[in-house]
């Protein structure tokens, strides 16, 4: 069994477990640690059987929108409606551990994330006039690491996999500012996916689902409630290592932020759903080594008190050895 689920693993082990970073606000800024459609990765249930180094990069760009209706916490301060882009660049590198033979495979995995994003917002200036302001940030972002994923194989086409991810703020901070390399919190979420193969169709499952629990912004004064995120994906795998499918997913906020400025806002609870295609491709290089590419188109199809994005794309490499 350990040989044929490591054919399946490939490269893609690298990203069993991960969840993948958003912008530089969280549920503060409408948006948090996750950006929906981005966090389910192919194989995702699968931990490698065999021991492993990867290396992925990863590009994610998203251009979102709070309505000008709608008043959006950002920093201490409230802006009627947000316009704002990102660019996140990010690599992580993971190792699978030689635990041996058996049902329950390790790996660990960290992420050097890089940002730049631009905020565009609508405050209320002296006398009650609206201002329009607009700020740029560029800088590392809040380091990220998983000490511990860990893989059941019910089968060789049914896996799992259950992680601890971490979020550290080490990442420049100011409170009077729209656009910050950090959220200025520690986020802890724990995480299963879930991966079914049905090898005489060339059909497969990928499923992630996890809870974002994240401590207080000390400089604000905002706690952003729990998060409950769930990505799944359906690909068609062909025999020239193409693949094509669709992703769905969904963040729900499942309580109330707390704070003064949250409570002005009634708890500024949140929800979205995404929906959109991604292509793949597999090949094996020299020396046991393989490379793996994939691009991803998730827009957003319903938003409410979050970032509303047509154009959020993902698009990664990963090299195994």
Known sequence: MRSAIAAVAGWLAVLAGLVLPSAAWATEGALGRQITGTNVQPNAGIVSPEPIWAVNLSQIYLDG????????????????????????????????????????????????????????????GPGGR?????????????????????GYHFSETSHMALSLNIWAPTGKYNADDMANPSLNNWTFIPQVAYT?????????LDTVAGVQFYTRNNATDYRNAPLFSMDVMGRKIFSNGVSAGLILGTIQQLGSDSGPTADRLNGFKGRDWAL???????????????????????????STKRLDS?????????LVF
């Open 65 to 124: 929108t709070v309505g000008g209706s709608r008043e959006v916490p950002v920093g201490g301060r409230t802006s009627l409606g947000l316009d704002a882009k990102v660019a996140f660049t990010l690599a992580t590198v993971l190792k699978t551990w030689d635990t041996g033979p058996g049902r329950w495979n390790f790996a660990s995995s960290f992420t050097l994330p890089y940002v730049w994003t631009k905020v565009n917002s609508t405050v209320t």
């Open 130 to 150: 609206s201002i329009d302001q607009s700020d740029t940030a560029s800088n590392l972002f809040d380091l990220y690491f998983s000490p511990i994923i860990a």
């Open 196 to 204: 079914k193969i049905f090898p005489e169709s060339g059909f497969q």
């Open 276 to 302: 959109g295609p991604i292509l793949t491709y597999d090949t094996k290089l020299a020396d046991k080594r393989s490379l793996s590419l994939s691009l991803r188109w998730v827009p957003t199809i319903s």
């Open 310 to 318: 047509n154009d959020t794309v993902m698009a990664t490499a990963t």
